[in-house]
């Protein structure tokens, strides 16, 4: 054989390999979709936060199918989800939820991140982020101005009872006392420290209920450390609306305000009728949220297929004039939360939210909202369509559903 030969026989068994080791390798993940009107690039929030999936921590929900469902919100133009860090106020959540602190035999230690809970809840903010998705993420939770045996602050990570770092054990100290605030700093700095990313969004308490000086003096604290301390900008940190004039102080910061309990039609029309609260509507980072289901109490299931059909009109009716206000106003946005998430009595469909909020409004109301959401809505007008986007993720969703 001479060299020429053995050139080519080499050649040949070299390409040969070649063509076995690409049939072995796994073929390349089919690309996500990535939302098409991140909040950072058009500056109006399209808010799909739905109840049942309402904390990064349960247990029950594997990871591909929380990506499948990120997947599918992109897909939809959401750009904005809120989520409950964690969720203490009852067994139920307790039993069924990671915990953001690890427990001992003495109780939870707040200066610690669970390892449990980072293995978990990394990758799914990951999730979001790759989507251009922003995470509201909501840090406290069940810190209410109720009685003392109310189970919220009874189950309460940071009720001096249950850790061992020496918070306060009553709950009406929880924004003045020294150690309770100083024990909030370092969740907040681990938190940071293991999960910021430029798509989250850092809500400091949901729904305080407390004195206005307090939670205005414990906000702009907490704000200072995240901003001044650690590097986060004042338009990835939010509060939630309280009724005052000092609300604007932060709203001029460009820090973003949510407005909830817009439970129905007539909630929006009353905080929206007084003229005091023209600039708060229109403020860029002013967000109106919808809950949708607490004050009708038909709606007692986590979907839509489960309410009565006077609450599915009631519903309806909510979403129109939650967008009418949005539209007229300009404002940052919207949030559907709990209830309203879930209309079209399945899954997360933002498409189908729309279509029964668009139901109704004038043609000059429709281009701006087409405009808004990159939806044609003027072309459904005119050929009566109204289409479902979720044909193709049928399984995605039945499981989505059967996994709450």
Known sequence: MNKQEII?????SRDNINWILEDLQPPAPPPHNVCKLPLWEVGKVNGWSGAGYETLAWKGIDFDLWDDVAD???????????????????????????????????????????????????????????????TQVCLGSGIKNLPADDPRWSHSFFNGKNNRNGTTTDHRRFYDDAQTKKMFKAYIRNFCALFDNPYLMYQLMNEPATSIGRIVDWSWEMIGFLHDNLGVPYNRISICYFDSSKVYDFLDKGIYVSRHAINSARTVRIFTKSADRIPLLKSPTFILCGDGGDEFNE????????????????????????????????????????????????????????????????????QELTKRIGVDFMKQLSSGEYYNQFGELKECRAAFTNNI
């Not at 080519?8 to 040949?12: A, E, S």
């Not at 990671?98 to 003495?106: A, S």
């Not at 404002?331 to 109704?360: C, K, T, V, Y």
């Open 8 to 12: 080519k026989r080499l050649k040949q």
């Open 299 to 366: 709606a007692w299931g986590f979907t839509g297929a489960e309410w009565s059909k006077d609450f599915q009109k009631a519903a309806a009716r909510q979403e129109r004039e939650m967008i009418r206000t949005s539209l007229q106003a300009g404002g940052a946005g919207l949030d559907f939360m709990p209830a309203l998430a879930f209309l079209d009595g399945r899954a997360p469909n933002l498409q189908r939210i729309l279509d029964h909020g668009a139901d109704g409004f004038s043609k000059q109301e429709l």
């Open 72 to 134: 599918l919100l992109a897909k939809e133009r959401v750009n904005f989800h809120r989520f409950f860090a964690y969720c203490s106020e009852n067994n139920f959540y307790l039993s069924n939820t990671f915990h953001p602190y690890p427990k001992y035999p003495d109780g939870y230690e707040l200066e610690e991140i669970d390892p449990d809970y980072y293995e978990a809840v990394k990758p799914r903010l990951r999730s979001y982020q790759d989507r251009k998705i922003v």
